[in-house]
C-alpha cells in the first residue's frame, strides 16, 4: 500500500513537471560542443557566451542597445525565460550526433545550437533535420554546411569562403595602401572538413586574383610535431601564409618556423585556433603581427555600444573578453530568442517562419556586420568579415580601414 | 630540396625520434618486467608536463632544475598505481590480461578528466626559461636549443637505464622478468620489484615530461598522441627491450619526417604504421624483442 501511494505521488509529480514545461513557463533550447577532449575550452567559453546572452535574456537589468536586449524574458511568451541544455559532443561527430538525438528526445528541446567543429556541425544537423526542429549554426564555417538543401539550417555568421573573400579583399586593399602587392601565398591546413573546405576556396581565390601558391600544405591535425611542415613553408617563402588550424596546432606550427629560424612575411589565418587566447599566450612574441580574419571587432565600441555592457556581463562570468567565436555564440542566440518571441511560441513550423523573416541591422548587435538576414540556404548574408592584426599579444581591427582601430603592419615586399 | 634543406629534415626527425625514444622507455620497461601495458602512460605524461607548469609559474623555477623533483614525484606516481591498482589488478583469477587493461584504461580517462576538471581546457606553456626559443644554427641548419636539450637527456637517461641494469636491482629486475615465481625462492621480493619497476618507468617518463615543457604546450590531451607512437615505438623495437625502444624511436621520428617532406605531411602516419607492419610481418617480436 505505501509503495503505491509513494509510486502514484511519484508519476503525479512527474506528470506536473511535464505539465509546468507544457506551459511555456520556459524555453528549453539544446547546445551541443566539445566540454571535453581537445576544443574543451572552446566549447566551455561558448557555454559561459551563450549563459551570458540568457542572463541577459532572463534577467532584470537596464536595457543593453542590442537584439533581446531589454531583460525579463520573452515578452511574446508572457515573459517565458530561456532554459539552455549543454550537451558535450567531444569533438567527435558521432558522439554530437548522439547528443542531438538525446537533446531532442529527451529533454524536447526547441532548437539546437552548435558546436565549433563543421565535423559536428554536419551529424548534427542531419539529425535537427529529420526531427524538423532548426539547427543555429552559431560559429561553424565550412561552406559546405549550408549548401546541402536543409530546410531547418539558419548559420548567423560568415562561412569560409565569405571569409576568405574578405582575406583575398584585404590584400588587394592593403596592396593599393602601401603598393606592395602579396605575389604568393603558401596554404597551410588540417586534415578534416575545416582545413579542407577553407583551402579549396583559397585556392580558387588565388587563382581568380592570379596570385602564384607557393606551397599547398595539408598536414595531420594533432600531430606532436611539425618540423617537417614549417621546412616546407620555409622552403616556399611565399608572400602570406594562409593557415586554417585549431589553436594546438596553430602554437606548433609558429614556434616550429621559428625554431627553424623562419620568420615568414605576413601570417594571414583563417581565425579558428588563432583567435584563442591559448595561442596568444603560447606564441606569445611569436604571435605579434599575425593577422587574422575575424567577425568581430572588440574595439569597434563607439558604432556597436552593447559590446561594452554585454562584455562586461561575460567578463564577469569568464575573465576573458569576447572573441570571433564567443561573439558569434551570443549573437546566434539572441538571433534565435529573437525569432522564438516573434513566433510567440516554441512550435516549429511558426519558429521556422520567424527565423526565415528575420531582419536585424547591424548596430542591434555586438557585430560588426551589416545586419542579419537568411537568404535560402539559411546562410546569413549580411555578416561581413574583418581582419584583425596582434600587436603586444592583442587584436586590433585594421581592415576595413574605415573601420580600423589600428594601422596595417604589411611587411610583404619589403 | 636543398642539402641544407634535407639535413633539416633529418635532424627534426631525429630530434623528435628521441623525444618518443624516451616517451616509450618507461613503457617499455614496465611491459618488459611484468607483461602490463599500460594505457595510461600518456596521461601521466601530461601530469608531468602540468606539474612543470605549475611549479615553474608558481615560483619560476627553470625547467630544466624540475629534472629530480618531477622524477620523483613521478616515480612515487608509479609506485602508487602499482600498490593501489595494478597489484591488485594482477591478483584476480581470472581474465587478468583484461582486467589490467581496463584499470590502467579507466586510469587514463579518470587522469584526463580530472586534468580538465583541475587545470581547464586552455593550451598552457613555459613560456620563458634558460633554453627557450633559442636557436643554433651551423651551416644553414638549424637546431632548436630545447629539443636538442631534449635529446641529450634522452641520451643520458637511456645510459642511466643501461647502467641501472647492470646494478643488483637491474639484476633482480632482469630475474623477475624471466621468471616471476622462480626469484621468491632466493629471497627477491617479486611484489617490491615490481613496485620499484613501476617508480623507476614513470620517473623517466616524468623526465620527459620535463623535457617536452620546454618547448610543447600542455593540455589535458597532450598525452594521446603522444602515447600512441610510445605503443607503436614499442612493438617495433621489440617489447622489454631498451635498445630497441631507443632505435624504433628515432626510426620512427625520421619516417615520419622523411614521408612529410617526401609525401603530403598529412600522411604522415602511414609510413610510421607501414614500417611497423612490415616489421611485424618479418619480425613479430620486434627489432631487438627477445620473446
Same mark, same amino acid.
Given at each position: 500500500?505505501?509503495?503505491?501511494?509513494?509510486?502514484?505521488?511519484?508519476?503525479?509529480?512527474?506528470?506536473?513537471?511535464?505539465?509546468?514545461?507544457?506551459?511555456?513557463?520556459?524555453?528549453?533550447?539544446?547546445?551541443?560542443?566539445?566540454?571535453?577532449?581537445?576544443?574543451?575550452?572552446?566549447?566551455?567559453?561558448?557555454?559561459?557566451?551563450?549563459?551570458?546572452?540568457?542572463?541577459?535574456?532572463?534577467?532584470?537589468?537596464?536595457?543593453?542597445?542590442?537584439?533581446?536586449?531589454?531583460?525579463?524574458?520573452?515578452?511574446?511568451?508572457?515573459?517565458?525565460?530561456?532554459?539552455?541544455?549543454?550537451?558535450?559532443?567531444?569533438?567527435?561527430?558521432?558522439?554530437?550526433?548522439?547528443?542531438?538525438?538525446?537533446?531532442?528526445?529527451?529533454?524536447?528541446?526547441?532548437?539546437?545550437?552548435?558546436?565549433?567543429?563543421?565535423?559536428?556541425?554536419?551529424?548534427?544537423?542531419?539529425?535537427?533535420?529529420?526531427?524538423?526542429?532548426?539547427?543555429?549554426?552559431?560559429?561553424?564555417?565550412?561552406?559546405?554546411?549550408?549548401?546541402?538543401?536543409?530546410?531547418?539550417?539558419?548559420?548567423?555568421?560568415?562561412?569560409?569562403?565569405?571569409?576568405?573573400?574578405?582575406?583575398?579583399?584585404?590584400?588587394?586593399?592593403?596592396?593599393?595602401?602601401?603598393?606592395?602587392?602579396?605575389?604568393?601565398?603558401?596554404?597551410?591546413?588540417?586534415?578534416?572538413?575545416?582545413?579542407?573546405?577553407?583551402?579549396?576556396?583559397?585556392?580558387?581565390?588565388?587563382?581568380?586574383?592570379?596570385?602564384?601558391?607557393?606551397?599547398?600544405?595539408?598536414?595531420?591535425?594533432?600531430?606532436?610535431?611539425?618540423?617537417?611542415?614549417?621546412?616546407?613553408?620555409?622552403?616556399?617563402?611565399?608572400?602570406?601564409?594562409?593557415?586554417?588550424?585549431?589553436?594546438?596546432?596553430?602554437?606548433?606550427?609558429?614556434?616550429?618556423?621559428?625554431?627553424?629560424?623562419?620568420?615568414?612575411?605576413?601570417?594571414?589565418?583563417?581565425?579558428?585556433?588563432?583567435?584563442?587566447?591559448?595561442?596568444?599566450?603560447?606564441?606569445?612574441?611569436?604571435?605579434?603581427?599575425?593577422?587574422?580574419?575575424?567577425?568581430?571587432?572588440?574595439?569597434?565600441?563607439?558604432?556597436?555600444?552593447?559590446?561594452?555592457?554585454?562584455?562586461?556581463?561575460?567578463?564577469?562570468?569568464?575573465?576573458?573578453?569576447?572573441?570571433?567565436?564567443?561573439?558569434?555564440?551570443?549573437?546566434?542566440?539572441?538571433?534565435?530568442?529573437?525569432?522564438?518571441?516573434?513566433?510567440?511560441?516554441?512550435?516549429?513550423?511558426?519558429?521556422?517562419?520567424?527565423?526565415?523573416?528575420?531582419?536585424?541591422?547591424?548596430?542591434?548587435?555586438?557585430?560588426?556586420?551589416?545586419?542579419?538576414?537568411?537568404?535560402?540556404?539559411?546562410?546569413?548574408?549580411?555578416?561581413?568579415?574583418?581582419?584583425?592584426?596582434?600587436?603586444?599579444?592583442?587584436?586590433?581591427?585594421?581592415?576595413?580601414?574605415?573601420?580600423?582601430?589600428?594601422?596595417?603592419?604589411?611587411?610583404?615586399?619589403? | 630540396?636543398?642539402?641544407?634543406?634535407?639535413?633539416?629534415?633529418?635532424?627534426?626527425?631525429?630530434?623528435?625520434?628521441?623525444?618518443?625514444?624516451?616517451?616509450?622507455?618507461?613503457?617499455?620497461?614496465?611491459?618488459?618486467?611484468?607483461?602490463?601495458?599500460?594505457?595510461?602512460?600518456?596521461?601521466?605524461?601530461?601530469?608531468?608536463?602540468?606539474?612543470?607548469?605549475?611549479?615553474?609559474?608558481?615560483?619560476?623555477?627553470?625547467?630544466?632544475?624540475?629534472?629530480?623533483?618531477?622524477?620523483?614525484?613521478?616515480?612515487?606516481?608509479?609506485?602508487?598505481?602499482?600498490?593501489? *591498482? $595494478?597489484?591488485?589488478?594482477?591478483?584476480?583469477? !581470472?581474465?587478468? %590480461?583484461?582486467?589490467?587493461?581496463?584499470? +590502467?584504461? @579507466?586510469? #587514463?580517462?579518470?587522469?584526463?578528466?580530472?586534468?580538465?576538471?583541475?587545470?581547464?581546457?586552455?593550451?598552457?606553456?613555459?613560456?620563458?626559461?634558460?633554453?627557450?626559443?633559442?636557436?643554433?644554427?651551423?651551416?644553414?641548419?638549424?637546431?632548436?636549443?630545447?629539443?636538442?636539450?631534449?635529446?641529450?637527456?634522452?641520451?643520458?637517461?637511456?645510459?642511466?637505464?643501461?647502467?641501472?641494469?647492470?646494478?643488483?636491482?637491474?639484476?633482480?629486475?632482469?630475474?623477475?622478468?624471466?621468471?616471476?615465481?622462480?626469484?621468491? *625462492? $632466493?629471497?627477491?621480493?617479486?611484489?617490491?620489484? !615490481?613496485?620499484? %619497476?613501476?617508480?623507476?618507468?614513470?620517473? +623517466?617518463? @616524468?623526465? #620527459?615530461?620535463?623535457?617536452?615543457?620546454?618547448?610543447?604546450?600542455?593540455?589535458?590531451?597532450?598525452?594521446?598522441?603522444?602515447?600512441?607512437?610510445?605503443?607503436?615505438?614499442?612493438?617495433?623495437?621489440?617489447?622489454?627491450?631498451?635498445?630497441?625502444?631507443?632505435?624504433?624511436?628515432?626510426?620512427?621520428?625520421?619516417?615520419?619526417?622523411?614521408?612529410?617532406?617526401?609525401?603530403?605531411?598529412?600522411?604522415?602516419?602511414?609510413?610510421?604504421?607501414?614500417?611497423?607492419?612490415?616489421?611485424?610481418?618479418?619480425?613479430?617480436?620486434?627489432?631487438?624483442?627477445?620473446?
Amino acid at each position: 500500500m505505501k509503495r503505491r501511494t509513494l509510486l502514484t505521488a511519484a508519476a503525479s509529480a512527474l506528470a506536473l513537471g511535464n505539465q509546468a514545461a507544457w506551459a511555456a513557463d520556459e524555453v528549453v533550447i539544446g547546445f551541443v560542443y566539445p566540454l571535453t577532449g581537445n576544443g574543451a575550452q572552446v566549447g566551455l567559453d561558448a557555454k559561459a557566451a551563450f549563459e551570458t546572452m540568457a542572463e541577459i535574456i532572463n534577467g532584470n537589468h537596464a536595457p543593453i542597445p542590442m537584439l533581446m536586449g531589454q531583460g525579463g524574458g520573452l515578452p511574446k511568451l508572457g515573459g517565458a525565460k530561456l532554459k539552455l541544455v549543454f550537451a558535450d559532443s567531444q569533438n567527435d561527430p558521432q558522439k554530437a550526433r548522439a547528443e542531438a538525438e538525446r537533446l531532442i528526445t529527451q529533454d524536447k528541446v526547441c532548437a539546437i545550437v552548435g558546436s565549433y567543429t563543421s565535423a559536428t556541425a554536419a551529424t548534427i544537423s542531419q539529425v535537427t533535420e529529420r526531427y524538423e526542429i532548426p539547427y543555429i549554426s552559431a560559429d561553424n564555417s565550412s561552406p559546405s554546411l549550408n549548401q546541402r538543401g536543409l530546410k531547418w539550417f539558419f548559420r548567423t555568421g560568415p562561412h569560409d569562403e565569405m571569409f576568405s573573400r574578405a582575406m583575398f579583399d584585404f590584400m588587394k586593399d592593403a596592396a593599393t595602401k602601401t603598393g606592395r602587392a602579396a605575389k604568393s601565398v603558401a596554404l597551410f591546413y588540417e586534415d578534416s572538413i575545416f582545413g579542407t573546405d577553407s583551402s579549396n576556396v583559397q585556392r580558387k581565390l588565388a587563382q581568380e586574383a592570379g596570385i602564384t601558391i607557393a606551397a599547398d600544405i595539408r598536414y595531420r591535425a594533432n600531430s606532436p610535431s611539425l618540423s617537417t611542415e614549417a621546412q616546407k613553408l620555409k622552403s616556399a617563402n611565399a608572400d602570406v601564409i594562409l593557415p586554417s588550424s585549431y589553436t594546438s596546432d596553430a602554437i606548433l606550427i609558429m614556434r616550429a618556423m621559428a625554431e627553424i629560424g623562419y620568420r615568414p612575411k605576413a601570417v594571414l589565418a583563417q581565425a579558428a585556433g588563432f583567435q584563442e587566447q591559448g595561442f596568444l599566450d603560447g606564441a606569445a612574441a611569436l604571435a605579434n603581427g599575425v593577422m587574422s580574419r575575424t567577425s568581430f571587432a572588440l574595439d569597434a565600441t563607439k558604432s556597436r555600444p552593447a559590446i561594452v555592457p554585454a562584455n562586461a556581463l561575460y567578463r564577469a562570468k569568464n575573465n576573458k573578453d569576447f572573441n570571433d567565436n564567443t561573439s558569434r555564440e551570443l549573437t546566434a542566440l539572441a538571433v534565435l530568442a529573437d525569432a522564438i518571441n516573434r513566433a510567440g511560441s516554441t512550435k516549429n513550423t511558426a519558429l521556422l517562419d520567424a527565423l526565415k523573416a528575420t531582419d536585424v541591422p547591424g548596430d542591434n548587435t555586438i557585430m560588426p556586420w551589416a545586419g542579419i538576414k537568411f537568404d535560402e540556404t539559411g546562410q546569413n548574408i549580411k555578416c561581413n568579415p574583418v581582419i584583425a592584426q596582434v600587436f603586444d599579444g592583442v587584436y586590433k581591427t585594421v581592415w576595413p580601414f574605415n573601420v580600423a582601430a589600428a594601422d596595417v603592419i604589411w611587411n610583404v615586399g619589403t | 630540396m636543398l642539402s641544407a634543406d634535407i639535413a633539416q629534415v633529418l635532424i627534426g626527425g631525429l630530434l623528435m625520434g628521441l623525444i618518443y625514444a624516451l616517451v616509450a622507455a618507461g613503457l617499455s620497461l614496465i611491459f618488459g618486467l611484468m607483461d602490463v601495458v599500460n594505457f595510461a602512460h600518456g596521461e601521466l605524461l601530461m601530469l608531468a608536463m602540468y606539474a612543470v607548469f605549475i611549479i615553474w609559474q608558481a615560483t619560476g623555477m627553470d625547467p630544466l632544475l624540475q629534472i629530480p623533483l618531477i622524477a620523483v614525484l613521478l616515480a612515487g606516481c608509479g609506485v602508487a598505481i602499482y600498490r593501489g *591498482l $595494478i597489484a591488485r589488478a594482477l591478483s584476480v583469477q !581470472f581474465n587478468r %590480461g583484461m582486467v589490467q587493461i581496463f584499470v +590502467t584504461f @579507466g586510469l #587514463a580517462i579518470f587522469i584526463r578528466g580530472a586534468a580538465q576538471f583541475a587545470f581547464g581546457g586552455e593550451f598552457r606553456s613555459v613560456s620563458k626559461h634558460i633554453l627557450a626559443n633559442r636557436t643554433l644554427e651551423i651551416g644553414g641548419v638549424f637546431v632548436p636549443v630545447p629539443q636538442l636539450a631534449a635529446s641529450i637527456v634522452c641520451l643520458l637517461a637511456f645510459a642511466g637505464l643501461l647502467a641501472i641494469s647492470r646494478t643488483e636491482f637491474g639484476r633482480a629486475l632482469e630475474a623477475t622478468r624471466e621468471d616471476r615465481d622462480a626469484v621468491a *625462492l $632466493i629471497g627477491i621480493d617479486r611484489d617490491r620489484i !615490481f613496485a620499484m %619497476g613501476w617508480g623507476l618507468g614513470i620517473a +623517466t617518463l @616524468g623526465v #620527459a615530461g620535463v623535457m617536452l615543457g620546454g618547448f610543447y604546450y600542455v593540455g589535458p590531451n597532450v598525452g594521446a598522441s603522444f602515447a600512441l607512437i610510445a605503443y607503436v615505438t614499442v612493438a617495433l623495437g621489440g617489447f622489454g627491450s631498451l635498445t630497441g625502444a631507443l632505435v624504433a624511436g628515432v626510426l620512427i621520428g625520421e619516417v615520419e619526417a622523411i614521408t612529410a617532406a617526401v609525401f603530403e605531411p598529412s600522411l604522415k602516419q602511414i609510413g610510421v604504421y607501414a614500417i611497423y607492419m612490415v616489421v611485424l610481418m618479418l619480425r613479430p617480436r620486434g627489432l631487438f624483442g627477445k620473446l
